[in-house]
């Protein structure tokens, strides 16, 4: 089978009202922060699976789906994965969980790919479960290949809002799709490296007691971010 995983990080940033409502601190996340965030961790962690990506949307800017889904189309690629956070109006409230959109319950292709991937992001997040739906989502309709668009969490409850917002909650989310895509391909899941370069930074930092002179040759002059990060692992 041919594995090339199409990614979209659903709403752009310029996307209106789509964000949290104003945390107690009156700061608020735009939607395509967790989106973004998502699909560059899925992005790496595909990759150390040998399985190749397409990030149909890079731009900066709200990229028409029309154009996602003919980049994803034309790249001939096997799966479509849509990462979205939900809301339920614009306030604060108890709306919570997670749940997978794919087009029709009937196509068993589509499926089986939706059940692989809600399945892990279900056991890994712990968040209730909304189950697999049907709906008529441009994305999922016009795609060459099955698709599936995943609602993470709900912006508009405050709990699920933190965690949308977290570096680990983020990475534990790429993580579970990779592996509900590794078992859609029937590959082994190979296991992923989530540590962060400022993170491995902190643990040389630490455990070293370099200063910054020291930590600037290490990162500009000597070691490249995976060797920093592979050996602040070996430091742990």
């Known amino acids: 089978m041919n594995k ?4 979209d990080d659903g709403h752009g940033i310029e996307t209106q009202g789509k964000r949290t409502p104003l945390f107690d601190d009156g700061s608020y996340m735009k939607e395509n922060e ?16 040998n399985i190749d990506v397409l990030t149909v949307a890079p731009e900066k800017t709200d990229t028409p789906l029309s154009t996602r889904i003919k980049r994803a189309n034309e790249a001939g690629a096997s799966i479509y994965i849509s990462i979205h956070a939900n809301a339920y109006g614009s306030n604060w409230n108890e709306a919570n969980g997670f749940e ?8 068993k292709n589509t499926m089986y790919l939706a059940q692989c991937v809600h399945g892990a992001c279900i056991g890994d997040t712990g968040l209730r479960n909304r189950g697999i739906k049907e709906d008529g989502f441009y994305v999922l309709i016009n795609s ?15 709990v699920e809002a933190e965690l949308l917002r ?17 078992k859609y391909y029937g590959i082994t899941y190979k296991g992923v490296n989530d540590m962060t370069v400022e993170e491995a930074k902190n643990i040389i930092r630490e ?22 990060i592979r050996l602040a692992e070996q430091m742990k």
């Open 144 to 158: 060459a290949m099955p698709a599936i668009l995943l609602e993470c969490g709900f912006m508009t409850n405050k």
């Open 34 to 49: 967790f989106n973004e965030a998502v699909m560059l961790y899925l992005k790496e962690y595909l990759t150390a699976q």
């Open 4 to 7: 090339i995983v199409a990614l």
């Open 100 to 107: 997978t959109y794919v087009y029709d319950l009937d196509d």
């Open 207 to 228: 455990k070293c007691g370099f200063d910054e002179n020291t930590m600037n040759y290490l990162s500009y002059y000597k070691f490249s971010d995976s060797l920093i």
């Open 166 to 182: 977290s570096d680990s909650y983020r990475k534990m989310v790429a993580k579970a799709i990779t592996k509900g895509i590794c």
